[in-house]
C-alpha cells in the first residue's frame, strides 16, 4: 500500500495543467522573439565597434584614394579633419556623406 501512496504523489506532482502546455504557436513566438533580439544584439555590438573617427592611412583604404588625392580633399575644404598632436583625424560620417554625394552625383556626370 506504501507504493500505491508514493505512486499517486509522484502522479500529482507530475500532472500537466493547460497553462503549463506548450503549443507550436508558442514555439514559434518564443522563435521570433528569440531571433529579434538576437538580431538586436548583433546591430548593437556593430555599432560599438564601428570608430567614428579614422587616421588617414583608414581613410585612404576606405576611400580606395591615394595619400595626394587626401590631401587635396583636406586643402579644398571637401573633407574637414581635426589634427591632435600632429596626427590628423576624419569623422567617419563625413566620409560617408562624401562618398553618397559621389554616388548620387556619378550618374549626372554622364
Excluded at 538576437?38 to 587616421?55: F, H, M, P
Excluded at 576606405?62 to 576624419?90: C, D, E, H, V
Amino acid at each position: 500500500m506504501m507504493d500505491n501512496s508514493r505512486d499517486s504523489n509522484f502522479a500529482k506532482r507530475r500532472s500537466v495543467t493547460l497553462d503549463q502546455l506548450v503549443t507550436i504557436s508558442d514555439l514559434e513566438k518564443f522563435k521570433s522573439d528569440l531571433l529579434l533580439s538576437i538580431q538586436n544584439l548583433l546591430s548593437d555590438t556593430k555599432r560599438q565597434d564601428e570608430k567614428k573617427w579614422l587616421k588617414s592611412y583608414e581613410v585612404k583604404k576606405l576611400m580606395n584614394i591615394s595619400a595626394g588625392t587626401l590631401q587635396n580633399l583636406r586643402t579644398n575644404g571637401t573633407l574637414p579633419f581635426t589634427k591632435i598632436g600632429g596626427i590628423i583625424y576624419y569623422n567617419l560620417a563625413d566620409i560617408e556623406n562624401i562618398m553618397e554625394g559621389q554616388k548620387s552625383n556619378f550618374g549626372k556626370n554622364f
